[in-house]
C-alpha cells in the first residue's frame, strides 16, 4: 500500500515538475534541456544551480541575456522542489547538489577563507561591487545558509565555482557561519568604510594618498625654500664681489692721476 502510494506521489510530483518547466523554463532551456539561444543548457548543471537559482528569484528570467539579479521568489517552495526533481531526472543530476550546511562556531576559518576567495567581488562586509564585465556581485545579506552553499558549489554567472577540493566540506561550514555574521554587523557609530564595498575603499585610499602626496610635496618645498642653505645659495659669490672694477673707471682713476 505504502509502494503504491508513494509511487503516485512521485508521478504526480514529476507530472508537476514537467508542467511547471514546460510553462516558465523551457521557452530558454529547451524542452530536452539542451539549451537555446535564449539560455544555457541545463545538462549535468546540477539540483544546486537550478534550487539557488529558483529560490533568489533570478530565474523565470523576464529578459534573456541579461543579468539575472536577486529577488523575490516567484515560485512556491513545493514548486520549485517539482522542477529540481525534474530537471534532475531529465539531465540536470551529476553536477553539484543541493548541500548540507552544518552549524559552525569556527568564524576564524571561516574568515581567512572569506578574505581569500570572497571579499575582492562581495566587499568585506558582503555588501556587493561591480565583478567587471557588467557584472554585479550581489550583497550576502539575503540569502539564506543553503543558498550560499549553494552559490560557492556551482557558482552563479562569472563567479567561480568551488567543489570540496577547494573548499573542504568544514571550511564551507565555517565560510557560511561568517558571512551570516554580516546580517547583523555590531555597530559602533560612525561611516563603515568597509560598507561601501572595494570600489569605495579603492576611491577613498586614492584621494587621501594623493592629497597626502600632495600636502608632503607642499610642505617639503616650503622647508627647502626658507633653509639657510636656500638662502647662501641665492648670495652672489665672493668671488664676483671681489672682482676689480671695470676699465672706465679704471680709467678716470688715471687721468685724475696724471691732473
Not at 528570467?61 to 523575490?72: G, I, N, Y
Not at 571561516?110 to 576567495?117: A, L, S, W
Not at 668671488?239 to 676689480?244: E, K, N
Amino acid at each position: 500500500m505504502m509502494t503504491v502510494l508513494a509511487a503516485a506521489i512521485l508521478a504526480a510530483s514529476n507530472a508537476l515538475g514537467a508542467a511547471l518547466y514546460a510553462a516558465h523554463c523551457s521557452s530558454c532551456h529547451g524542452a530536452d534541456l539542451k539549451g537555446t539561444g535564449n539560455g544555457p543548457s541545463l545538462q549535468h548543471a546540477g539540483a544546486a544551480a537550478v534550487d539557488f537559482m529558483l529560490r533568489t528569484g533570478r530565474m523565470p528570467l523576464e529578459v534573456p541575456d541579461t543579468e539575472p539579479l536577486p529577488a523575490p521568489a516567484q515560485l512556491t517552495s513545493s514548486q520549485i522542489e517539482a522542477i529540481v526533481a525534474f530537471t534532475v531526472a531529465h539531465g540536470a543530476g551529476g553536477g553539484p547538489p543541493i548541500p548540507s550546511v552544518r552549524p559552525s562556531d569556527a568564524l576564524a576559518r571561516g574568515r581567512v577563507v572569506f578574505d581569500g576567495n570572497c571579499q575582492a567581488c562581495h566587499g568585506a562586509l558582503g555588501t556587493g561591487a561591480v565583478a567587471g564585465y557588467g557584472w554585479l556581485a550581489p550583497p550576502l545579506y539575503g540569502d539564506d545558509a543553503t543558498q550560499i552553499a549553494e552559490a560557492i558549489r556551482f557558482g552563479p554567472g562569472i563567479m567561480p565555482h568551488f567543489d570540496s577540493r577547494l573548499i573542504s566540506d568544514d571550511d564551507l561550514d565555517a565560510l557560511v557561519a561568517y558571512v551570516g555574521t554580516f546580517r547583523h554587523p555590531p555597530d559602533i557609530g560612525g561611516y563603515s568604510v568597509e560598507a561601501s564595498g572595494p570600489v569605495g575603499e579603492g576611491l577613498l585610499a586614492w584621494i587621501i594618498g594623493v592629497g597626502t602626496g600632495s600636502i608632503v610635496m607642499v610642505l617639503v618645498g616650503e622647508t627647502l625654500r626658507s633653509s639657510p642653505l636656500s638662502s647662501r645659495a641665492k648670495s652672489p659669490p665672493l668671488s664676483s664681489r671681489a672682482q676689480s672694477p671695470p676699465l672706465s673707471s679704471r680709467a678716470k682713476s688715471r687721468d685724475s692721476d696724471q691732473a
